[in-house]
């Protein structure tokens, strides 16, 4: 079965400041897609950046961006120029390529942005 | 705007009643939804897989006679807690699973749950 595994709790940054949320998953699949999506206290999922396995190049979206490490089975997510509306839980997702495959959540990463 | 929806966003039942929550995918066909449950601060958990009309595939250790899933149409899907009790009470959340964008999951806006 795969794991996804999100070994930070809680982390802060400074406003306009860059921070790094880490996972890291397991899997003997060769293609997938790894995810992070953004909760905030609305608790509405969001998502921030998808990351089909078979591609090289790491995802972008404006502010945020992975460093995808396909042999090391680590997908981190960067933030840059952290604004206070970045506040929220975010979570780390794994999902088989197959249509209809379910999402499996790491434990997430609680991420407060100070003024 | 959001192209799952979800309803109540908020309910609170006696608890021994019985409560429906809806899942509906407003302009695709979903032919999976997800169920799951969240506890604060903590991960989603998957109660269970709904494929429309078959039986819902439920996690192991999620009751199937308590947490009644119904996946009628390509656009809704219900979850009913029978019988519920104070430890029912949490925060739901549906997903709908559809081929456009790349095999996307879109997610509801959530349903809190209260059982007094």
């Known amino acids: 079965a795969q794991t996804v595994t999100q070994s930070q709790p809680e982390m802060s940054v400074q406003e306009a400041e860059t921070v790094t949320l880490s996972c890291t998953y397991d899997t003997s699949e060769s293609d997938y897609y790894l995810f992070w999506y953004k909760q905030p206290p609305s608790r509405q999922m969001i998502l921030v950046i998808r990351q089909e396995a078979y591609k090289q190049q790491n995802a972008t979206e404006n502010r945020f961006s992975v460093n995808f490490q396909k042999a090391a089975k680590s997908f981190s997510l960067k933030i840059s120029d952290s604004q206070l509306g970045d506040a929220a839980m975010y979570f780390c997702?794994?999902?088989?390529?197959?249509?209809?495959?379910?999402?499996?959540f790491g434990a997430g990463t609680i991420l407060r942005v100070k003024s | 705007g959001a192209v799952v929806s979800q309803h109540p966003s908020r309910v609170i039942c006696k608890s021994g009643t019985s409560v429906k929550i809806e899942c509906r995918s407003l302009d695709f066909q979903a032919t999976t939804m997800f169920w799951y449950r969240q506890f604060p601060k903590q991960s989603l958990m998957l109660m269970a897989t709904s494929n429309e009309g078959s039986k819902a595939t439920y996690e192991q250790g999620v009751e199937k006679d308590k947490f009644l899933i119904n996946h009628a149409s390509l656009t809704l899907s219900t979850l009913t807690v029978t019988s519920a009790h104070p430890e029912d009470s949490s925060f739901y959340i549906c997903?709908?699973?559809?081929?456009?964008?790349?095999?996307?999951?879109?997610f509801g806006e959530g349903s809190w749950l209260t059982v007094v």
């Open positions: 997702a794994y999902r088989r390529m197959e249509y209809g495959n379910k999402l499996v």
């Open positions: 997903s709908a699973s559809t081929f456009r964008a790349g095999n996307t999951i879109y």
